[in-house]
């Protein structure tokens, strides 16, 4: 199948009241996971290229593996740079990724804005979106007082106007990883539909690993139209393998295709919950 437009698929979800999964690889058998899930469950997938496959492989070795697998499979996919500084944004257009997540969270907002508002324009002149994100998300199992890390109302409305991004990552509530045993906080749905008013955009959730499924419904419905979700996966995936293991000596790739088999079904799962399941054209 061709590449899809990152853009149409958003406005299709955000008229249809359901999300858009996207999803980290972290090799071969990974990447074909989320391709063969996204074939079965006839579901557009984004595919990102995230922040622990590229210190491992590189942006370009990272790119050009997802683009040689998704490019054999029969799926919808857009390839996309997640959490992306400005030197990778920049490469990640060179190299033909078709959608980027410029990640000035970490600066001061005037910095944050300026430097937004330049890979916009940059990205937009090749006709690709660009999402940001606002906020601080803190790691699973830290302690920290929410009303630091929520994204502001007005905030957000200026970033958007400013920059013109076409999507925004935002903090309300939601944390990277998952810590077994502990219950994630509960998401604010007041500030994700004060957000999504203010700046009338579709929202995104980074760290979507973990959240439960009447938060997800109450989250699509207040203006999320992506979902990022990797460690429920890379679990499913790990699980495959050590019951592999557990059986004694066996070759490597038994491991990987029952760990792959694992993380289709689990994405599958993923897909369906969005509601982007059957969404494929």
Not at 31 to 44: G, W
Not at 152 to 176: K, M, N, P, W
Request: charged letters at 25%; glycine letters at 8%.
């Amino acid at each position: 199948m061709p590449w899809v437009n990152h853009r149409q698929l958003m406005s299709d979800a955000r008229g249809g009241n359901y999300a858009i999964g996207a999803f980290n690889m972290h090799n071969d058998e990974t990447t074909q996971a989320l391709l063969i899930a996204a074939e079965q469950a006839k579901a557009p997938v984004v595919l990102q290229v995230g922040r622990a496959l590229v210190p491992h492989v590189g942006l370009k070795r990272g790119f050009e593996m997802t683009k040689r697998i998704a490019e054999e499979s029969d799926a919808q996919f857009v390839i996309h740079l997640d959490h992306g500084p400005w030197d990778e944004c920049l490469e990640a257009i060179k190299l033909g990724f078709n959608s980027i997540m410029y990640d000035g969270a970490h600066l001061p907002v005037e910095e944050n804005i300026k430097t937004t508002r330049r890979i916009v324009e940059i990205a937009h002149d090749f006709g690709i979106p660009v999402e940001a994100e606002l906020g601080k998300i803190p790691d699973a199992g830290e302690s920290v007082n929410w009303e630091d890390y929520y994204t502001d109302v007005a905030e957000a409305q200026r970033f958007v106007e400013e920059t013109g991004v076409d999507y925004l990552a935002i903090s309300v509530g939601i944390v990277h990883g998952v810590v077994p045993g502990v219950k994630p906080q509960p998401l604010s749905i007041t500030r994700t539909r004060e957000i999504r008013d203010a700046t009338g955009i579709p929202l995104v959730l980074h760290g979507a690993s973990g959240i439960p499924e009447h938060e997800v419904e109450a989250a699509k419905a207040a203006g999320v139209h992506k979902f990022n979700a990797d460690t429920d996966l890379r679990h499913a995936f790990r699980a495959g393998m050590l019951d592999v293991w557990s059986e004694g000596d066996r070759q490597l790739e038994d491991a990987m295709a029952e760990g792959r088999r694992r993380m289709i079904a689990a994405t599958i799962e993923k897909m369906r919950l969005y509601g982007c399941a059957g969404k494929a054209k």
